[in-house]
């Protein structure tokens, strides 16, 4: 399906847009439970709104969209869930894949990938290489991911730069320890949204989120749908964000 992206684009002021959007997806088991349903198809109304979430970035002209698709904690699920999500991940790759290439999308994801079924990484670089060239939005599926294991990950590299005097201590900075991450070439997320009404960072992105501003809903992600993510949109757009100065500053800058 090509998208509508001229009409996208009006809906928002795009100076104001955030150019980079994370959501922590929560609630598909809660979205099962509350219709006597089976936990998967929580999961699998989830992926509906997976499709909804990133069409709707495009027509809106966002530049990154980071979904938290699966956390290194959520290896303590049942096999039958993980092979469940894993399942849906394939599909989702597989029925997407002309979608992003016919709308500028590139796929690419973060986190300790090789911890991944060889069938789901196979695709997971065979959809990556397809969509390398795309250059309008990128959508990052963060994999067996956990941001404390990624900070370890990226100190590790860097201690093991200074052991092998590849670099010297006054060289390890903000800078530095951003471009050892798994986010290396990404900007930090302008929005974090999260489902389900929880109040928690769930070790998502926890160095990139310094300055990030957050959007809970009680809404649990199976219904967090188009409209509801304008609404989170709307919302951002009318904060100031001020990056521990003053409004004033803010003013002067401007
Ligand atoms: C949280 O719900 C969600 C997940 C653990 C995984 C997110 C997966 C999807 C949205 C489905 C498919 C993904 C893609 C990329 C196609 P939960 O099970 O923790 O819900 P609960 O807290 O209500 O139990």
Do not use: C
Request: aromatic share 8%; glycine share 6%; charged share 30%.
């Amino acid at each position: 399906m090509v998208l509508n992206i001229s009409e996208g684009k009006k809906l928002f002021d795009q100076k104001k847009l955030p150019g980079h959007v994370a959501i922590i997806m929560d609630g598909n088991g809660r979205w099962a439970k509350r219709r006597g349903m089976n936990r998967i198809r929580g999961h699998q109304a989830g992926a509906e709104s997976v499709r909804e979430i990133v069409r709707t970035s495009r027509e809106l002209g966002l530049r990154w969209l980071t979904l938290y698709a699966f956390s290194e904690e959520n290896w303590k699920r049942s096999k039958y869930e993980i092979q469940a999500l894993m399942k849906l991940l394939r599909r989702f790759l597989k029925s997407e894949l002309e979608e992003m290439l016919e709308n500028g999308i590139r796929l690419q994801a973060i986190g300790r990938i090789t911890k991944l079924d060889a069938q789901t990484r196979d695709m997971l670089a065979k959809t990556m290489e397809r969509t390398a060239g795309n250059h309008d939005m990128v959508l990052t599926l963060a994999l067996s991911y956990g941001g404390r294991q990624e900070l370890l990950d990226a100190f590790r590299s860097l201690a093991l730069q200074l052991e092998q005097g590849n670099i010297s201590l006054d060289q390890v900075s903000e800078k530095t320890i951003s471009r050892s991450l798994y986010t290396s070439t990404m900007p930090d997320p302008d929005l974090l949204i999260r489902t389900s009404g929880e109040y928690r960072i769930s070790n998502f992105l926890l160095w990139q989120i310094a300055y990030t501003e957050f959007y809970v809903t009680p809404t649990l992600w199976p219904d967090f749908r188009k409209k509801e993510f304008l609404r989170a949109i709307e919302d951002y757009e009318k904060r100031e964000r001020r990056f521990g100065a003053t409004s004033e500053q803010i003013e002067q800058e401007t």
